[in-house]
């Protein structure tokens, strides 16, 4: 019996150290450790190297796009786009997300398509869409030749120039963007830091009517001790159904067939608004997931607009104005979608309170 329990403790042991570790920085006020993978742990040389690497526009084929081209620092690591724009001014089918606390997320795209930041950081390189790059060998021959990155790259991973593969450039870019985290907020500081006044009255109702009335609480999750307003699921509300829903079937048949065929997912999304509206299914082809996207966290929501997955909603008032009227119908529409029924005042105060959610160092940032 006791050497079983010790097989199991190893076990156990094992298992946490190979899956993830915590990091052991302290997160912000409201927020909960950053879960960092145990074969990428941070450094401040990898940091500083996934920052240069995040913003070197020369990983793009015309040398005019970088991560920071649509996920930019002074626009909360967005671009206010309502869809983004990337080689040559080509528009993409999607809204870029906020970089802002992405380290929480399980998986990455509004679609979950990439399990890990790692795995996201290299899509747009090789997307006709975004970076433009038809394979990953203008990066590496720019990082193996710049004597900055080489330098670099041998303090963060002991690799020398010849040995600097795609997998290291996606981990520096993935440190870099788990140092991207912001807490603090107003509503963090009253109810995590029991400062009564740090949100005004009107907030302080409106997290009333997000808890209870308006239901928000059931995907955009608030915790004991801290909250990263979602659930890491993925729901069908409605928004772009429209767009696909006269002839559905064909649709769904001929993702199936592309996906057969090896064709590449990340392609069809941006270059498709037929195949992005189908959401989560063009991934699991499970039909059950077809025009669902993930629950984005809603940290500083007020200055990272427009709003859903194709960038469709400008204001907050109107998304509020779509979850009061129970979403858009459609025959997927997730169960727990239906009207609020929420007074004039309860939509103001619910604003209010999604405006409280704004960090202090993202309070000016422009849209």
């Not at 145990?38 to 450094?43: E, I, L, M, T, V």
């Not at 089918?93 to 399990?115: C, E, M």
Request: charged content about 25%; overall charge negative; glycine content about 8%.
């Amino acid at each position: 019996m006791k050497k079983t329990l010790i097989q199991f403790g190893i076990t156990v042991m094992v298992i946490a150290l190979t899956s993830a570790v915590l990091w052991a920085g302290s997160p912000p006020l409201g927020l909960p450790p950053v879960p960092i993978p145990a074969d990428n742990p941070q450094s401040d040389v990898k940091v500083q190297l996934g920052k240069k690497l995040y913003n070197d526009k020369r990983f793009s084929a015309d040398g005019t796009v970088s991560c920071a081209t649509c996920h930019k620092e002074d626009m909360a690591f967005t671009d206010g786009l309502r869809v983004s724009k990337g080689f040559k001014g080509q528009e993409g089918t999607r809204n870029a997300p906020t970089v802002i606390n992405a380290a929480y997320y399980t998986s990455q795209f509004w679609d979950g398509r990439a399990p890990s930041l790692e795995e996201q950081a290299k899509g747009p390189f090789i997307n006709p869409v975004e970076h433009g790059l038809k394979n990953f060998d203008p990066i590496l021959k720019i990082v193996r030749e710049d004597k900055t990155y080489t330098a670099l790259f041998k303090k963060a991973f002991g690799t020398g120039a010849d040995e600097i593969t795609i997998e290291h450039v996606a981990k520096a870019i993935a440190a870099f963007e788990r140092t991207v985290i912001s807490g603090n907020s107003p509503f963090d500081r009253y109810l995590y830091g029991n400062d009564k006044t740090a949100m005004s009255p009107a907030a302080i109702r409106g997290l009333e009517v997000f808890r209870l009335k308006g239901r928000c609480v059931d995907c955009h999750t608030i915790g004991q001790t801290s909250a990263v307003f979602t659930d890491n699921k993925f729901h069908n509300i409605g928004v772009g159904f429209s767009r696909i829903q006269d002839n559905l079937m064909d649709i769904v048949d001929a993702m199936q067939n592309q996906k057969e065929s090896g064709e590449k997912l990340d392609t069809d999304i941006l270059t498709s608004d037929k195949v992005s509206e189908l959401g989560r299914f063009a991934v699991t082809l499970d039909p059950s997931d077809i025009g669902r996207f993930k629950t984005p966290s809603l940290r500083n929501v007020a200055v990272t607009g427009p709003y859903m997955h194709d960038g469709s909603i400008d204001s907050l008032e109107e998304v509020v104005e779509l979850y009061d009227q129970g979403g858009e119908e459609n025959p997927m529409l997730d169960g727990g979608i239906r009207p609020l029924r929420l007074t004039e005042q309860e939509k103001s105060d619910l604003v209010e309170f999604m405006k409280a959610l704004t960090s202090p160092e993202y309070a000016k940032a422009s849209r």
